[in-house]
């Protein structure tokens, strides 16, 4: 099973409400990623998780929370969204958080997000 | 200059044709190396690993120049799927391990 899912596919959402985004991955990888892709722009890393616990946090705004329940699940809680914070929101795991050659990351197919 | 650069395209070229990008990266201590394909609307999805000593994969090779810091990606006898757009991705080393992406490089193959 080389699969990344993600729920739900597409998302729309008010400034105040709550949302989550869910990640599943069965792949035994240790390492964990949320992106934030706008059209036409390369995806921009928001968290990494290594071993279930969060690595980076690229300067993210506090509205978006993420949470890694256990290996296979990662979670990204919306609240307080703004309108440009629509974009497709990706999920994607690797084998383990180092960097060093053959650490290949698997993408989902992504949450389509729109703020109103 | 930035991290990861690549030239956006689009790169406008017919069936059969041979076509190449080349990704640069400002890094000295960068470790790994990555072209992804990303669709319209899709994922990215892996395309090749980079290895020092080069890798062919069918009508894909891709090569790494560490002296000259960038990587290439060549496509031989190209399709009308291979439309898409390449993503180059280059993981830091030195302890921190944050994967960057570049712009990407946007190919049409057209009849």
């Known amino acids: 099973d080389t699969e990344v899912t993600q729920t739900p596919k597409h998302l729309v959402m008010g400034m105040t409400n709550k949302k989550s985004l869910k990640c599943e991955q069965h792949?035994?990888?240790?390492?964990m990623y949320w992106y934030k892709q706008k059209a036409k722009k390369p995806p921009e890393l928001m968290f990494v998780?290594?071993?279930?616990?969060?690595?980076i946090n690229e300067s993210v705004p506090s509205r978006f929370s993420p949470e890694c329940p256990n290996s296979s699940l990662l979670n990204l809680h919306l609240h307080a969204l703004q309108p440009e914070d629509s974009a497709l929101y990706l999920c994607?795991?690797?084998?383990?958080?180092?960097?060093?050659?053959?650490?290949?990351?698997?993408f989902g197919p992504g949450t389509r997000l729109t703020v109103l | 200059r930035k991290e990861v650069e690549q030239d956006p395209g689009p790169f406008n070229v017919p069936e059969g044709a041979t076509v190449a990008f080349n990704c640069t990266y400002s890094n000295s201590a960068s470790q790994s190396f990555f072209w992804y394909r990303q669709d319209c609307r899709k994922e990215p999805k892996l395309l090749m690993s980079v290895y020092s000593s080069g890798n062919e994969d069918g009508r894909f090779t891709a090569q790494l120049n560490r002296a000259s810091q960038y990587i290439s990606l060549l496509i031989r006898d190209s399709k009308l799927s291979d439309s898409a757009t390449y993503l180059c991705v280059v993981n830091k080393g030195g302890g921190s391990y944050i994967p960057t992406f570049g712009r990407g490089t946007s190919l049409i193959v057209h009849p």
């Open positions: 792949m035994g990888h240790r390492a």
């Open positions: 998780y290594s071993y279930e616990k969060l690595s």
């Open positions: 994607a795991s690797s084998q383990d958080p180092g960097g060093g050659a053959g650490n290949e990351q698997f």
